[in-house]
């Protein structure tokens, strides 16, 4: 567990890089993926840094 710990801590400042670039895709899919999961409950549509 501690190396997974590691390994994110070293990397998030590329993974924030990385989902910012691809902004505009995530929200398109958000804008698709609401009116089919409206009225539901959504344990988790992704992950990030946190």
Known sequence: MR?????WDK???????FMRKDAA?????YRL??????????LELATGTG
């Not at 190396?3 to 390994?7: D, V």
């Not at 990397?11 to 890089?17: K, L």
């Not at 895709?25 to 899919?29: D, V």
């Open 25 to 29: 895709a995530y929200e398109r899919l």
């Open 33 to 42: 993926l609401r009116p089919v999961v409206r009225q539901k409950t959504v």
């Open 11 to 17: 990397n998030a400042g590329r993974y924030d890089r």
């Open 3 to 7: 190396n997974s710990q590691n390994f």
